[in-house]
């Protein structure tokens, strides 16, 4: 399966073969693609869906809202996580559209953003500043 083989590692670039959620190296063996919206809540299976993790994060994920799973998470934790984000996009490495999938807090129920942004990728530094 040769394209399957692309996609992995074009997923494996795109992080620079990191994993998306902890940060961590990962080798292309070991690498998991992670559903960013999970094909039971109708993910697809488009690049744009999909996301180099390690077994760890992808494990402890699970078939979760990428949005629930990153409410578990402490403000310095999603902080690092939002700087990755970031980076890999200044560098080029990521697409504006995956970023914004990758940051859902806008989404998140019960909080209410503190200013009228847009939503999506910027506002989760905004979402998490110490009140
Ligand atoms: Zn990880």
């Known amino acids: 399966m040769k394209n ?4 992995r590692e074009r997923l494996w670039n795109e ?15 070991e690498m998991e693609v992670d559903h960013i919206v999970p094909k039971s ?14 077994h ?17 998470w402490s403000e310095k934790r999603l902080r ?5 984000i970031e980076t890999w996009l200044e560098q080029g490495r990521i697409s504006l559209e995956k970023a914004d999938a990758l940051t859902p807090l806008d989404r998140m129920p019960e909080r209410d953003e503190p200013f009228p942004l847009e939503g999506g ?10 009140c």
Do not use: W
């Open 4 to 7: 399957e083989n692309n996609q």
């Open 15 to 29: 992080t620079s073969g990191h994993c998306a959620y902890c940060g961590h190296p990962v080798s292309l063996e």
């Open 41 to 54: 809540m109708g993910g697809s299976n488009g690049f744009n869906n999909l996301v180099c993790t390690c």
């Open 56 to 72: 760890h994060c992808n494990a402890e994920k699970g078939p979760d809202l990428l949005e629930e799973y990153l409410m578990d």
């Open 80 to 84: 690092r996580y939002h700087n990755r």
């Open 121 to 130: 990728f910027l506002s989760v530094a905004i979402f998490f500043s110490p």
